[in-house]
């Protein structure tokens, strides 16, 4: 199942069960059983359907949803050797710590938001049929150091556009972390037919308008006094990049 495809199911069990394991990031497969209120044997097939039609995927007993949107891949960019991959629950601890070391240097209040959702929903991907949310972690020796994230909304009206939100750690800035994790999650969107990915950064952030102006964004709209920094409002300035 890609992520840009909207889930449909052939019985309302199929659903159940699929709905309880992307609220939940990852369920023991024993423990699902108890909380869905199916016998046994009609619990298996139509678990064993899912799986079959790549909706869950088990690990060792383990469930979570299966979306496929990209590949391992490997850098060494001076004399930096790093990975940039799809994101998977075991990154959940490394993932809040990187968004919260990248939001405590600078004001990026769409990525302090999205962390504060990670913790209260306690999973990586979503994929349902209002909205889906998938990352790309960059590691260095296993450790997740920088994040590329793509809110991709399922309304109709709304398909088409992607938010997206980037950082690096501060100890790993300066190695082109930050540029390939971009150009990953705009080259994943064009891929799968969205035609817009966009950014909301506070004025003051002027380290990030610059990072995404030079690598082609353009400022779409601004949004007066939108943010409270400290005890200033603050603008928000929206920026985009056409696909």
Avoid: C
């Avoid at 049929?129 to 909304?153: D, K």
């Avoid at 705009?186 to 506070?202: D, H, L, T």
């Amino acid at each position: 199942m890609g992520a840009s495809d909207r889930p449909t199911f052939a019985s309302d069990a199929s659903r159940q069960i699929y709905e309880y394991v992307e609220r939940h990031g990852t369920v023991d497969r024993d423990k699902l059983l108890e909380f869905v209120a199916l016998p046994a044997g009609e619990f298996r097939t139509h678990l064993e359907g899912l799986i079959s039609d790549g909706y869950l995927e088990e690990d060792d007993g383990t469930l979570r949803i299966a979306v496929e949107f990209g590949a391992v891949e490997e850098y060494d960019i001076d004399d930096l050797e790093f990975t940039i991959r799809p994101a998977h629950h075991d990154d959940f601890d490394g993932l809040i710590e990187t968004i919260r070391d990248v939001t405590a240097a600078e004001t990026y209040v769409v990525a302090e938001s999205i962390a504060e959702e990670l913790l209260y929903e306690n999973a990586i991907m979503r994929h349902n049929s209002v909205r889906s949310r998938m990352f790309f972690v960059a590691t260095v020796e296993g450790e997740v150091v920088g994040w590329t994230h793509l809110e991709l909304p399922q309304i109709d009206r709304l398909q088409g556009t992607a938010q997206q939100t980037v950082g690096v750690r501060q100890a790993y800035q300066g190695h082109g972390i930050g540029s390939t994790l971009l150009e990953r999650g705009i080259e994943w969107a064009e891929a799968n037919g969205f035609r817009k990915v966009y950014n909301s950064v506070p004025v003051t952030n002027e380290h990030a308008l610059a990072f995404l102006a030079h690598r082609g964004w353009d400022t779409e709209a601004i949004r007066r006094d939108h943010y409270v920094v400290g005890d200033e409002l603050v603008d928000e300035v929206m920026m985009a990049r056409e696909l």
